[in-house]
Protein backbone atom coordinates (compact mmCIF):
# COMPACT_ATOMS: atom_id res chain seq x y z
CA UNK A 1 0.00 0.00 0.00
CA UNK A 2 1.06 3.30 -0.86
CA UNK A 3 2.03 5.71 2.34
CA UNK A 4 3.68 8.86 3.21
CA UNK A 5 5.30 9.45 6.75
CA UNK A 6 6.67 12.33 8.05
CA UNK A 7 8.12 11.43 11.54
CA UNK A 8 7.90 15.03 13.39
CA UNK A 9 4.96 16.95 14.24
CA UNK A 10 6.51 20.14 14.93
CA UNK A 11 10.17 21.00 14.33
CA UNK A 12 11.77 24.11 16.03
CA UNK A 13 14.70 25.99 14.51
CA UNK A 14 16.36 29.61 15.14
CA UNK A 15 16.90 31.82 12.50
CA UNK A 16 20.09 30.93 10.37
CA UNK A 17 20.03 27.66 11.10
CA UNK A 18 19.77 24.71 8.93
CA UNK A 19 16.55 22.31 8.55
CA UNK A 20 15.60 19.13 7.42
CA UNK A 21 12.15 18.19 7.16
CA UNK A 22 12.03 14.07 6.62
CA UNK A 23 9.72 12.47 4.50
CA UNK A 24 9.80 8.77 4.34
CA UNK A 25 7.62 6.86 1.63
CA UNK A 26 6.35 3.12 0.64
CA UNK A 27 5.35 2.47 -2.70
CA UNK A 28 5.66 -0.77 -5.06
CA UNK A 29 6.16 1.45 -8.19
CA UNK A 30 7.92 4.31 -9.59
CA UNK A 31 6.55 7.33 -7.64
CA UNK A 32 6.77 11.01 -8.33
CA UNK A 33 7.70 12.79 -4.70
CA UNK A 34 6.13 16.20 -4.21
CA UNK A 35 6.65 18.72 -1.24
CA UNK A 36 3.84 20.96 -0.47
CA UNK A 37 3.52 24.00 1.48
CA UNK A 38 0.66 25.44 3.87
CA UNK A 39 1.49 29.05 4.88
CA UNK A 40 -0.45 30.90 7.95
CA UNK A 41 -3.82 31.50 6.15
CA UNK A 42 -2.84 30.73 2.88
CA UNK A 43 -4.04 27.59 0.45
CA UNK A 44 -1.91 24.52 0.24
CA UNK A 45 0.75 24.93 -2.70
CA UNK A 46 3.42 23.25 -4.12
CA UNK A 47 6.99 23.95 -3.23
CA UNK A 48 8.78 21.63 -5.49
CA UNK A 49 8.75 17.98 -7.07
CA UNK A 50 11.52 15.57 -7.34
CA UNK A 51 11.20 15.26 -10.70
CA UNK A 52 12.57 18.96 -11.72
CA UNK A 53 15.38 19.12 -9.54
CA UNK A 54 15.13 22.73 -8.94
CA UNK A 55 15.79 24.53 -5.67
CA UNK A 56 12.48 26.70 -4.43
CA UNK A 57 12.79 29.60 -1.97
CA UNK A 58 16.13 27.80 -0.92
CA UNK A 59 14.73 24.04 -0.37
CA UNK A 60 15.97 20.99 -2.29
CA UNK A 61 14.58 17.42 -1.85
CA UNK A 62 16.83 14.93 -3.30
CA UNK A 63 15.00 10.92 -4.03
CA UNK A 64 16.97 8.31 -2.15
CA UNK A 65 15.04 4.91 -3.65
CA UNK A 66 17.54 3.06 -0.95
CA UNK A 67 16.19 4.46 1.50
CA UNK A 68 12.48 5.71 0.32
CA UNK A 69 12.82 8.93 1.49
CA UNK A 70 12.75 12.50 0.30
CA UNK A 71 13.99 14.41 3.04
CA UNK A 72 13.71 18.34 2.64
CA UNK A 73 16.75 20.51 3.12
CA UNK A 74 17.48 23.96 3.85
CA UNK A 75 20.88 25.49 4.62
CA UNK A 76 19.93 28.84 6.50
CA UNK A 77 16.28 28.68 7.74
CA UNK A 78 14.50 31.91 7.48
CA UNK A 79 11.44 33.29 9.43
CA UNK A 80 8.95 33.29 6.51
CA UNK A 81 9.58 30.01 6.09
CA UNK A 82 7.78 29.35 9.25
CA UNK A 83 4.68 27.01 7.46
CA UNK A 84 2.96 23.59 7.72
CA UNK A 85 5.04 21.63 5.39
CA UNK A 86 3.21 17.93 3.64
CA UNK A 87 5.46 15.12 1.48
CA UNK A 88 3.14 13.76 -0.96
CA UNK A 89 3.76 10.96 -3.63
CA UNK A 90 1.62 10.42 -6.68
CA UNK A 91 1.76 7.00 -8.89
CA UNK A 92 -0.20 5.29 -11.49
CA UNK A 93 -1.14 2.39 -8.69
CA UNK A 94 -3.19 5.09 -7.18
CA UNK A 95 -5.37 7.16 -10.12
CA UNK A 96 -2.26 9.63 -10.57
CA UNK A 97 -3.58 11.03 -7.00
CA UNK A 98 -1.95 12.22 -3.96
CA UNK A 99 -1.10 10.26 -1.10
CA UNK A 100 -0.26 12.82 1.92
CA UNK A 101 2.11 12.65 4.77
CA UNK A 102 0.26 14.22 8.44
CA UNK A 103 2.94 16.82 7.34
CA UNK A 104 5.28 18.75 10.02
CA UNK A 105 4.85 22.22 11.00
CA UNK A 106 8.43 24.25 10.81
CA UNK A 107 8.76 27.15 13.28
CA UNK A 108 11.42 29.22 12.53
CA UNK A 109 12.75 31.33 15.78
CA UNK A 110 14.26 34.66 15.98
CA UNK B 1 -5.94 33.31 -14.91
CA UNK B 2 -8.63 32.57 -11.56
CA UNK B 3 -7.51 30.34 -9.32
CA UNK B 4 -9.41 27.04 -7.63
CA UNK B 5 -12.49 28.79 -5.79
CA UNK B 6 -14.56 26.49 -3.47
CA UNK B 7 -18.29 27.56 -1.97
CA UNK B 8 -19.45 27.53 0.43
CA UNK B 9 -16.30 28.38 3.03
CA UNK B 10 -17.92 27.38 6.23
CA UNK B 11 -21.28 24.84 6.27
CA UNK B 12 -22.85 23.43 9.48
CA UNK B 13 -25.44 20.70 9.04
CA UNK B 14 -27.06 17.94 11.24
CA UNK B 15 -26.07 14.43 11.23
CA UNK B 16 -28.44 12.69 8.81
CA UNK B 17 -28.29 15.55 6.46
CA UNK B 18 -27.13 15.45 2.94
CA UNK B 19 -24.70 18.51 1.60
CA UNK B 20 -23.35 19.51 -2.01
CA UNK B 21 -19.54 21.32 -1.79
CA UNK B 22 -18.73 22.95 -5.02
CA UNK B 23 -15.60 23.62 -6.37
CA UNK B 24 -14.40 25.86 -9.94
CA UNK B 25 -11.31 24.30 -11.58
CA UNK B 26 -8.24 26.55 -12.86
CA UNK B 27 -8.88 28.05 -16.33
CA UNK B 28 -7.27 25.12 -18.10
CA UNK B 29 -7.77 22.62 -16.20
CA UNK B 30 -9.34 19.01 -17.02
CA UNK B 31 -8.96 16.99 -13.82
CA UNK B 32 -10.21 17.81 -10.33
CA UNK B 33 -9.56 16.29 -7.03
CA UNK B 34 -11.36 16.06 -3.97
CA UNK B 35 -9.92 15.71 -0.40
CA UNK B 36 -10.55 15.24 3.02
CA UNK B 37 -8.76 16.83 5.41
CA UNK B 38 -9.60 16.07 8.90
CA UNK B 39 -8.02 18.22 11.85
CA UNK B 40 -3.89 17.69 12.53
CA UNK B 41 -3.87 15.37 9.50
CA UNK B 42 -2.77 15.96 6.07
CA UNK B 43 -5.25 15.52 2.83
CA UNK B 44 -7.05 12.27 2.25
CA UNK B 45 -7.76 11.21 -1.13
CA UNK B 46 -11.49 11.01 -1.67
CA UNK B 47 -11.89 10.69 -5.72
CA UNK B 48 -10.64 12.38 -9.19
CA UNK B 49 -12.75 13.53 -11.89
CA UNK B 50 -11.03 13.40 -15.38
CA UNK B 51 -13.55 14.95 -18.21
CA UNK B 52 -16.29 14.51 -16.63
CA UNK B 53 -15.54 10.74 -15.57
CA UNK B 54 -14.48 9.28 -12.20
CA UNK B 55 -10.77 8.38 -12.59
CA UNK B 56 -9.98 6.70 -9.10
CA UNK B 57 -11.47 6.56 -5.79
CA UNK B 58 -9.63 6.63 -2.03
CA UNK B 59 -11.03 4.35 0.91
CA UNK B 60 -14.47 6.39 1.09
CA UNK B 61 -17.88 4.97 1.37
CA UNK B 62 -20.50 5.50 -1.68
CA UNK B 63 -22.42 7.86 0.13
CA UNK B 64 -19.58 10.53 -1.04
CA UNK B 65 -20.41 11.09 -4.65
CA UNK B 66 -19.24 13.78 -7.44
CA UNK B 67 -20.08 15.14 -10.06
CA UNK B 68 -17.65 17.35 -13.11
CA UNK B 69 -19.17 19.24 -15.14
CA UNK B 70 -18.41 20.68 -19.41
CA UNK B 71 -16.96 23.20 -18.09
CA UNK B 72 -15.05 20.99 -15.37
CA UNK B 73 -15.90 22.47 -12.40
CA UNK B 74 -16.95 20.15 -9.57
CA UNK B 75 -19.37 19.05 -7.01
CA UNK B 76 -19.34 16.78 -3.89
CA UNK B 77 -21.58 15.19 -2.67
CA UNK B 78 -21.93 13.43 0.83
CA UNK B 79 -25.43 11.70 2.23
CA UNK B 80 -25.97 10.81 5.32
CA UNK B 81 -24.00 12.99 7.12
CA UNK B 82 -21.79 11.31 10.08
CA UNK B 83 -19.96 13.37 13.03
CA UNK B 84 -16.78 12.34 11.99
CA UNK B 85 -17.17 13.86 8.06
CA UNK B 86 -16.36 17.00 10.24
CA UNK B 87 -13.15 18.41 8.08
CA UNK B 88 -12.37 20.70 5.91
CA UNK B 89 -12.88 19.51 2.02
CA UNK B 90 -10.51 20.39 -0.05
CA UNK B 91 -10.98 20.45 -4.14
CA UNK B 92 -7.67 20.98 -6.37
CA UNK B 93 -7.45 20.99 -10.14
CA UNK B 94 -5.11 19.92 -12.19
CA UNK B 95 -3.96 20.53 -16.00
CA UNK B 96 -3.79 16.67 -16.16
CA UNK B 97 -3.98 13.59 -13.76
CA UNK B 98 -0.38 13.43 -11.69
CA UNK B 99 0.62 16.91 -12.57
CA UNK B 100 0.96 19.90 -10.50
CA UNK B 101 -2.37 20.37 -7.94
CA UNK B 102 -3.58 23.70 -7.45
CA UNK B 103 -6.02 23.68 -4.07
CA UNK B 104 -8.82 25.67 -3.14
CA UNK B 105 -9.18 27.35 -0.02
CA UNK B 106 -11.32 24.40 0.99
CA UNK B 107 -14.51 24.00 2.34
CA UNK B 108 -14.67 23.60 6.51
CA UNK B 109 -18.12 21.21 6.63
CA UNK B 110 -19.17 20.82 10.60
CA UNK B 111 -21.75 18.16 11.33
CA UNK B 112 -23.64 18.28 14.48
Known amino acids: AQRVTQPEKLLSVFKGAPVELKCNYSYSGSPELFWYVQYSRQRLQLLLR??SRESIKGFTADLNKGETSFHLKKPFAQEEDSAMYYCALSGENYGQNFVFGPGTRLSVLP | ETGVTQSPTHLIKTRGQQVTLRCSSQSGHNTVSWYQQALGQGPQFIFQ???????GRGNFPPRFSGLQFPNYSSELNVNALELDDSALYLCASSPWPGTEAFFGQGTRLTVV
Open chain 2, 49 to 55: YYREEEN
Open chain 1, 50 to 51: HI
